[in-house]
């Protein structure tokens, strides 16, 4: 059975800091990993990773994937009261026919106080 | 352009009942997918529809069944509702590429599903 972890579960941090969000995957047939933010209701797209040691980059946010050691970290810089959210790392796997599959982790919650 | 519109954005049902849930996609998007996440945890994948025919199932029980549309909207329903299944449910829509669906995925703002 595929398997995303993120890691920490939770996480409060003050305005300014940086933070590191870790997520590990047991996945067959991966093809690729996804960060989204979750801040109420809908999930919206961050980065999509496929393959290892390219750092993407938006803003402040960054990701990074490793296929060999399967994890993926994403990092926010100079976090902001707006950052505070779910961060859900999914990752991508191909099941046949031309159909694919996204598993999910728990998610982080980040919570940024001012 | 809309994005992903669900309806309704919150319901409640008693255990046993059934509910019908709808999902139109964003705009010129083809493949509908459906999501159950539970309190504290990431979404849960139940099926995909494409060409108006389940393509790809989680695993859930037959109590969950849906429906894809000519214009490609579509519905999640649920019988003989449980309590386990409140939840947020979500719909994601996408592009298929030639026979395969394209990566990145559009999400509405969900159905909450309160089940007392």
């Known amino acids: 059975e595929d398997k995303v972890v993120q890691s920490p579960l939770s996480l409060v941090v003050h305005e300014g800091d940086t933070v590191t969000l870790n997520c590990s995957y047991e996945?067959?047939?991966?093809?690729?990993l996804l960060w989204y933010k979750q801040e109420k209701k809908a999930p919206t797209f961050l980065f999509m990773l496929?393959?290892?040691?390219i750092e993407k980059k938006s803003g402040r946010l960054s990701s990074i994937l490793d296929k060999k050691e399967l994890f993926s970290i994403l990092n926010i810089t100079a976090t902001q009261t707006g950052d505070s959210a779910v961060y859900l790392c999914?990752?991508?796997?191909?099941?046949?026919?031309?159909?694919?599959?996204?598993?999910f982790g728990k998610g982080t919650k980040l919570s940024v106080i001012p | 352009d809309a994005g992903v519109t669900q309806s309704p954005t919150h319901l409640i049902k008693t255990r046993g009942q059934q509910v019908t849930l709808r999902c139109s996609p964003k705009?010129?998007?083809?493949?509908v997918s459906w999501y159950q996440q539970a309190l504290g945890q990431g979404p849960q994948f139940i099926f995909q529809?494409?060409?108006?025919?389940?393509?790809q199932r989680g695993n859930f029980p037959d109590r969950f069944s849906g429906h894809q549309f000519p214009n490609y909207s579509s519905e999640l329903n649920v019988n003989a509702l449980l309590l386990g299944d409140s939840a947020l449910y979500l719909c994601?829509?996408?592009?298929?590429?030639?026979?395969?669906?394209?990566?990145?995925?559009?999400f509405g703002s969900g159905t909450q599903l309160s089940v007392l």
């Open positions: 994601a829509s996408s592009l298929a590429v030639g026979v395969t669906t394209n990566e990145k995925l559009f």
């Open positions: 999914a990752c991508r796997s191909y099941s046949g026919a031309g159909s694919y599959q996204l598993t």
């Open positions: 705009s010129g998007h083809d493949t």
């Open positions: 496929t393959s290892s040691g």
């Open positions: 996945v067959t047939n991966f093809r690729s």
């Open positions: 529809y494409y060409e108006e025919e389940e393509r």
